[in-house]
């Protein structure tokens, strides 16, 4: 389905909701109706709920049809949820000034007039959802101890940056990537997801994706793992070679950052295959306690598989995006992933007595998706690796 026809659909499924509120309220028995005030009280809000609900989850079979995905779903729960309360909140008190017959108007009940006040308050929330939060980016920092037998004394500065997920490069990704570079990390990690557009749409924004990709620079390097959104397009990889940056695919890498010795592993998207494992298991096997060991990942599930107290001294994911929506509390619904979900939702965590970061990214879902970002800003991050703490 393209993005055109989606759009149409995702604005007439509203429509249909909305004038399914709007028979509720405005039934055509008030016209002939005795009282002398028709009265809209809690009840017909409830119904009008109801109803809407109902007519929602029969709409799901054509649109599934249609070629509709779980995100678009949401995408339209999401849309109703901003938009049709405050319309209905608009209609209640709307109708107390519509004129009847023989000059009779509508009542609105007390209830009905806060629950419309109240409503009107999902619609600033749902602005700052859409059009504030996913561009209030964060850097968060956080300290990783490593293992006393880890030679070195120096402290390795890494940067992380996942998940931009753009369809074309605009100012914010370029001060993303400035933000990061101007923390001077000692090597940079991106655990995937850079582009989500067609490989016509890649092809378009080859010159640009060169250009801020071009940007990042470390002494111990730039490394980049496939994410999903990463999958099939196959000028990805001469896009990463011109601009510097090293794509790890069932790899590792030894460099070495003042006095310590540092291995990098990265996997494929799939975490289960013979490939990937392999170089899980080389991390985790190969002789040595000198050198310190990080494994990069798009998906943190692949921390579910190492053993307990790993040789792995730190694996890097994304893919979770945090959940994007956080409800205080509780934490994010969906994450899309087997890790915990407060694990899932970001930070620095300690999983099997594993350390593993999972960055909350740049960008946001895209195709379907809502772009929307709740209690769960986007990040860049910078960890600091040393001895200075028991791991």
Same mark, same amino acid.
């Given at each position: 389905?393209?993005?055109?026809?989606?759009?149409?659909?995702?604005?007439l499924s509203t429509l249909i909701d909305f004038f399914v509120i709007a028979a509720v309220f405005f039934r055509t028995r008030w016209l002939g109706e005795r009282r002398d005030s028709p009265v809209i009280g809690m009840g017909h809000v409830l119904s009008a709920v109801l109803i809407t609900g109902l007519v929602f989850v029969i709409k799901l079979t054509p649109l599934t049809l249609l070629g509709f995905n779980l995100f678009g779903v949401i995408n339209l729960i999401y849309i109703d949820l901003v938009i049709l309360p405050p319309a209905t909140a608009m209609t209640i008190l709307g109708a107390s000034y519509l004129p009847l017959? $023989?000059?009779?108007?509508?009542?609105?009940?007390?209830s009905a007039r806060i629950f419309a006040a109240g409503a009107f308050a999902l619609l600033p929330i749902g602005l700052y959802a859409s059009w504030i939060e996913p561009f209030r980016l964060q850097l968060e920092t956080a300290q990783v101890p490593l293992a006393p037998t880890r030679q070195g004394k120096t402290t390795i500065r890494i940067g992380v940056i996942a998940d931009l997920q753009t369809s074309r490069i605009t100012d914010y990704e370029r001060s993303a990537f400035d933000r990061l570079m101007a923390l001077r990390p000692?090597?940079?990690?991106?655990?995937?997801?850079?582009?989500?557009?067609?490989?016509?749409?890649? $092809?378009?924004?080859?010159?640009?994706?060169?250009?801020?990709?071009?940007?990042?620079?470390?002494?111990?390097?730039?490394?980049?793992?496939?994410?999903?959104?990463?999958? %099939?397009?196959?000028?990805?990889? $001469?896009?990463?070679?011109?601009?510097?940056? !090293?794509?790890?695919?069932?790899?590792?890498?030894?460099?070495?950052?003042?006095?310590?010795?540092?291995?990098?592993? %990265?996997? $494929?998207?799939?975490?289960?295959?013979?490939?990937?494992? %392999?170089t899980v298991h080389q991390l985790e096997t190969d002789p040595?306690?000198?050198?310190?060991?990080?494994?990069?990942?798009?998906?943190?599930?692949?921390?579910? %598989?190492?053993? !307990?107290?790993?040789r792995i001294d730190l694996t890097v994911a994304g893919h979770t995006h945090g959940g994007q929506i956080v409800i205080p509390g509780f934490g994010p619904p969906m994450t899309l992933s087997d890790v915990p979900r407060p694990v899932a939702a970001g930070g620095l965590h300690s999983l099997l007595e594993n350390r593993l970061?999972?960055?909350?990214?740049?960008?946001?879902? !895209?195709?379907?998706?809502?772009?929307?970002r709740f209690f769960c800003p986007p990040e860049i991050s910078l960890l600091q690796l040393d001895n200075s703490h028991p791991k």
């Open positions: 389905m393209s993005q055109q026809t989606f759009s149409l659909v995702v604005i017959r $023989e000059g009779r108007r509508v009542t609105v009940s007390k000692d090597l940079i990690l991106m655990p995937g997801d850079l582009f989500q557009g067609s490989e016509k749409d890649l $092809e378009a924004n080859r010159a640009d994706l060169i250009a801020l990709l071009s940007q990042l620079s470390a002494p111990g390097g730039v490394y980049f793992v496939l994410g999903d959104v990463d999958q %099939g397009h196959y000028g990805l990889e $001469e896009i990463l070679q011109a601009a510097g940056i !090293r794509l790890l695919v069932n790899e590792t890498t030894r460099i070495k950052l003042g006095d310590r010795q540092v291995t990098i592993g %990265g996997i $494929e998207l799939d975490v289960s295959t013979g490939q990937a494992r %392999g040595g306690v000198d050198d310190v060991r990080i494994l990069v990942a798009h998906r943190p599930d692949v921390a579910l %598989g190492l053993k !307990r107290r790993s970061y999972v960055s909350r990214g740049v960008g946001c879902e !895209r195709g379907q998706a809502p772009r929307i």
